[in-house]
């Protein structure tokens, strides 16, 4: 019979603790959803400024400094120039970088900086090409 009442006080707390629901982390469904400032989703906002990564404390010239050097192929070289690149594709700062620099990208020799940074650097020499028709320009 001991058994019968300890059984009974376990069953009664389990249910009592299953109707109860704590949310710790929000859903990804809601936090996507969310709306923010001026009625754009949270996601659009993160897009503008990425807080979250500490990218968007670097200073251009920094940013300049090691994606135009591009002396070396070392793992860690090349990584921080594709953090860099990308942050400055983020930025919508590509025409700041030189063309020379622009070039090393665009040729992407040993495949070192992947396809998309390979066609952002063809992109943006595409840019600064000017072609001229038979009509002037």
């Known amino acids: 019979m001991?058994?019968?009442s300890v059984r009974e006080k376990k069953g009664e707390t389990k249910k009592a603790s299953t109707g109860k629901l704590a949310e710790l982390r929000?859903?990804?469904k809601s936090s996507s959803e969310e709306m923010v400032g001026e009625g754009k989703p949270k996601d659009e906002l993160a897009r503008d400024k990425d807080?979250?990564?500490?990218?968007e404390i670097?200073?251009?010239d920094f940013l300049?400094?090691?994606?135009e050097n591009?002396?070396?192929d070392d793992k860690n070289d090349?990584?921080?120039r594709r953090l860099n690149f990308n942050e400055l594709f983020r930025r919508e700062q590509l025409d700041t970088i030189d063309s020379s620099a622009l070039k090393v990208y665009a040729k992407n020799e040993?495949?070192?900086y992947g396809k998309v940074i390979q066609c952002e650097a063809m992109k943006e020499l595409t840019k600064r090409t000017v072609h001229k028709g038979k009509h002037g320009g």
Do not use: F, H, K
């Open 2 to 4: 001991a058994w019968d």
């Open 26 to 28: 929000p859903s990804a």
């Open 51 to 55: 807080l979250a990564s500490g990218m």
């Open 58 to 60: 670097l200073e251009l």
């Open 64 to 67: 300049l400094s090691i994606i």
């Open 70 to 72: 591009t002396d070396g």
């Open 78 to 80: 090349v990584t921080m």
């Open 110 to 112: 040993g495949n070192l």
